[in-house]
Each structure stands twice: as C-alpha cells, then as structure tokens.
C-alpha cells in the first residue's frame, strides 16, 4: 500500500498528507479523541514514513518529518501534536538508538501501513522537569529486566500501542530506556481531562513489564541521552508553530476585515492594528525558526550539538505560539469564548496551544538551561561579550546594537532564566535575518519580527531592574509595606 507513496516526489507527497489533514480541519473537526480510522486515514497517507528508513518501508527524510508537522498544524494544533508524539518522540529514538533485533520487531509494522501508535512515557507524578526524581525502577531478571513504576501524562496514555518507557535501575544511578508493548504490562489506571488538545487521551499509567534483553536501547554505547531523547519532539514545535500561526495570521486578518464596530472596520482601528502586527511578527518568527530547523538541523542525525539552538527554538517559537493564539482570541471578542463559533477559531487555539511553553521541557527551565549553557563556554568574558561572538548570537546582537551589559553580573537562578530568554531572542533575530537573506523575504516582514524582538530583550532588561528594587527580598511583607 504504501509503495506508491515511496516514488513520490516531497512536493507530491505533501500534498497528499495536507489534502487528508483538510478532513482534520478544526473549524469543523471534534473535540474528541481521534477514532483508529482516521489515524488510519492519516498512516496510509503516510506521516509516519519520513520518520522510518527505507529498509522498513519509509521515506527517512528530515525535511519531510519538518514539513508534515507543519501542514498538520495549520489545519490542526493537536493534529500536528498527535503526528509529533507518534513520530519524534516515540518512533524516532527506536530509530536512531535500538538495536538490530527490537527495530526488526516493531519498525517493518509501523511501515507496512497498519494504524499502531506509539508513546512516550518519561513523566511520573512526582518527577516532572526534573526526572532524576522518577521512582520507576529497572532490574535485570531472568532473559531480561522488570520495570515498574507510574507515569502519567502521556500523550496517548489509553490508545498507544507500542510505548518507549524511562526508568531508573533499582540499586545503581543509571537510567534505562525500553521499548514496551501495552499488552506486555502497561495499564491506563485513570483518564486525565485536558483543556485543551483534546484529540490526544492522557493519564495515569502503571507499567509492570518484563521485557527481553534486546527491548533496552543500549544509551551508553549509541551515546544517547535523557535530554537527546527530546530535542527532536522539542524542535518540531517550531514546524508546527509556523503552521499554527500561518492560519492564526490569516483568520485574525480575515475575522478583523470583516468585523464592524460602530462604523468602523475593526482592523482600521489603530490598536487592533498593532495586535495583528504582533501576530504577524509571531508567524514570521516562526516561520524562520523553522526555516532554521529545516536548513541546519538534522533531527534524524545526532542533535547532542544543537542542543542550545533547540532549547532557544522552542522557548521563543511556543512562547510566540501561545502569545498570538491570546491575541487572536481577544480581537474576536466574544465570539472568540464560544466553542464551535462559525467565525472563527480562537477559542480552541487558545486552549490548544496553552500548554506548548509547559511540556517537552516547561520554557523557564530550558532558559535557565541555555544561560547555564553559555556561562560555562564564556572562558571568563562578560556574557554580552560571549554573545557577540557567538555564532548563534553574533548577527543578532550586530544588527541590533543594544545594550546587553545587563546580562553582565552573577546570575542567580531568577536571572538565569530571565537571561535564557534574552538569549533566545537574540537566536530568533539572528534566524530572522538568516531566513530572511535566504528566501527573499521582504523588509515589511523582516523588520517588525527584528524590532518586536529587540522589545523583548528590552522587556527582559525591565525584569533586570526589576529584580533590583527587592521585590523578592520582601520575606512574606505585602510589597511596598514599610519600605518607602
Ligand atoms: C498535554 C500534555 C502532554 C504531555 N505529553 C507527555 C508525553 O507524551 N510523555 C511524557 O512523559 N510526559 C508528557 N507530558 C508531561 C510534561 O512533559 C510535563 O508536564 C512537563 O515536563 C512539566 O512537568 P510537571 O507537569 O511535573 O511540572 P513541574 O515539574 O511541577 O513544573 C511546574 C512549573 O514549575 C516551574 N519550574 C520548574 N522547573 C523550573 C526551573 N528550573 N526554573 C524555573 N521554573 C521552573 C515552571 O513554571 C513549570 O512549568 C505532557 C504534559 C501535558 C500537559
């Protein structure tokens, strides 16, 4: 079945994905869980090919992996989190890190056209940005090793077939990674109800399996680790944002067209203006973060180097996401707070994309994590300094000439983070004017997305000073009380 789809060109095979995705649209689809056969409709029009090799039926491509997630999106937020979760961050590490045997097992299926779907089970109630704290254990027993333990919050969590389940060796400071069929021992205990992405089933799951030697992804020897394992789900986001917000600017130009006030058309108002600016501003950063993605990465290949770019990526592209959904939704008014309003989406993309800055990595810890990233490659230079001659930075902080001595004092974990975004925008500017160098892109675009950019770093500097009027030194007294 899915031979035909292999000798088509990428053009033409994208085409075939967005023509089935159309049927997903979420101006009309259900807020429901996506019933087996149109996963069906979606695996025989192919998206899981890209991310398999050729020996097991697919299309191993990057670029494509790149682009389904995107035309997913546009017609569907949780459709293209639905794809991602299947193919970068469950079927992708099988891929890249199992050995010989386990692939053979579970890859030809996922080729051959049959609806499976696979997890990623990694979160446990009491382990969440931090996963040294799991409590689900691994030990060696008899042809194999048992793991048990609850996670919850898997994407999937009641429909996945195959899961790729984290855990930590009983005794020893080591952690496993196992590929688990759900009917080996992985049970749905109870449903979660989320507000939003709600084509997706979530919950609190038990895992206790025995699974063969051949089933545990050898980490050490492939050199994988627990932060590998997400930087491919984690750039995807991007993909999916420039989809998502290619739509998000288009309805808010269209809804805002259409709509009178008074005698008005709503986008002659100037403040509605400014709002559909910032949108489109959102969009095009998006849109060159995913160019970056697309034209520099490889997330099929080893992505331990572009760690930094991919916690910079997805902080400011889910930060953008979640910030044009709010915008979109209050240019709609009240017909934005009704669900199934015929004028437009806001509602659901709202509630969609709200969760994109908390999961794959919550935005406060990968930011704290890319300054920590830097301040111990500065070799003592001030981190302005370091980040002018960055090669991720250095074109942005040349274009804009702003004062980033700010970032120049001990950072404590409040200004680590606050740091992290300002090094995340000064990677989105840098990837603005990459993008907008290779493409052609016009300065009408370029330049908004540089200057709502260089208000950002500026908005961090405020935090900066913030920060130094002792608002956190106030030990439990109302702000203000006793301190003039
Ligand atoms: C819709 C959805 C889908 C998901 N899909 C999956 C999945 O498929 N598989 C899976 O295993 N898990 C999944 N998760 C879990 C998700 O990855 C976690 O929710 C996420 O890692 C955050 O963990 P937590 O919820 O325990 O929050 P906590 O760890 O309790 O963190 C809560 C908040 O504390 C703050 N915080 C934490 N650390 C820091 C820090 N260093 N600096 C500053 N602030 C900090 C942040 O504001 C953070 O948002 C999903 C979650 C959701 C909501």
């Not at 807020?31 to 697919?58: C, H």
């Not at 099988?94 to 696979?118: C, D, I, N, Y």
């Not at 206790?208 to 995807?236: C, N, W, Y």
């Not at 704290?368 to 302005?384: I, V």
Request: charged share 25%; proline share 4%; glycine share 8%.
């Amino acid at each position: 079945m899915t031979d035909d789809l292999l000798s088509l060109s990428t053009d033409e095979f994208i085409a075939g994905i967005d023509a089935v995705a159309s049927k997903f649209d979420s101006a009309a689809y259900p807020q429901q869980y996506l019933p087996a056969e149109d996963w069906a409709l979606l695996v025989r029009a192919g998206v899981l090919l890209p991310t398999l090799p050729s020996r097991y039926g697919g299309r191993d491509s990057h670029v494509e992996m790149c682009r389904v997630a995107e035309t997913a999106a546009e017609w569907n937020l949780a459709l293209g989190v639905y794809v991602i979760v299947n193919t970068a961050l469950a079927l992708l590490p099988v891929v890249k890190w199992a050995g010989e045997e386990a692939k053979e097992e579970m890859l030809p299926r996922f080729g051959s056209g049959e609806p499976l779907m696979a997890g990623l089970a990694a979160t446990e109630p009491g382990a969440g940005s931090a996963l040294s704290a799991m409590t689900t254990t691994f030990e060696e027993v008899d042809g194999g090793y048992r793991i048990r333990g609850r996670k919850h919050w898997q994407a999937l969590s009641s429909s996945a077939h195959w899961w790729l389940v984290v855990a930590k060796h009983a005794r020893r400071r080591e952690y496993g990674y196992f590929i688990v069929k759900r009917e080996e021992g992985f049970r749905t205990v109870q449903l979660y109800e989320a507000v939003g992405l709600k084509l997706l089933d979530y919950g609190v799951n038990d895992v206790d399996v025995v699974v063969p030697r051949h089933r545990r992804i050898d980490a050490e020897q492939k050199g994988m680790t627990s932060v590998d394992l997400f930087l491919a789900s984690r750039s995807l986001l991007a993909a999916a944002g420039a989809g998502f917000l290619r739509r998000i600017s288009r309805e808010a130009h269209a809804y805002a067209d259409g709509r009178q006030i008074g005698r008005k058309q709503q986008s002659k108002i100037g403040f509605v203006r400014y709002r559909l600016a910032d949108i489109d501003a959102s969009a095009v950063i998006c849109q060159a973060l995913n160019h970056y993605l697309r034209t520099e990465l490889d997330i099929k290949g080893d992505m331990t180097a572009a760690f930094p770019a991919v916690q910079a990526l997805k902080t400011v592209a889910t930060e953008r996401i979640v910030r044009a959904a709010q915008s979109y939704q209050q240019l709609t008014g009240g017909e934005g707070y009704r669900c199934g309003s015929p004028s437009n989406i806001a509602g659901q993309a709202f509630l969609d994309s709200r969760v994109f800055t908390i999961f794959d990595g919550n935005n406060d810890m990968l930011s704290q994590q890319l300054t920590a990233y830097c301040l111990t490659r500065r070799n003592g230079r001030p981190l302005s300094e370091f980040l002018a001659d960055w090669p991720l930075t250095a074109p942005g902080v040349a274009t804009l000439k702003t004062d980033l001595t700010f970032l120049d004092r001990p950072l404590d974990q409040t200004h680590q983070v606050l740091a992290g975004r300002a090094i995340g925008y000064l990677f989105a500017v840098t990837q603005v004017l990459k993008w907008a160098e290779e493409t052609g892109a016009g300065p009408g675009r370029l330049w908004p997305a540089v200057e709502f950019l260089r208000h950002d770093i500026a908005g961090v500097a405020a935090e900066f000073r913030l920060m130094a009027s002792g608002i956190l030194d106030t030990e439990g007294e109302p702000v203000g009380a006793g301190r003039r």
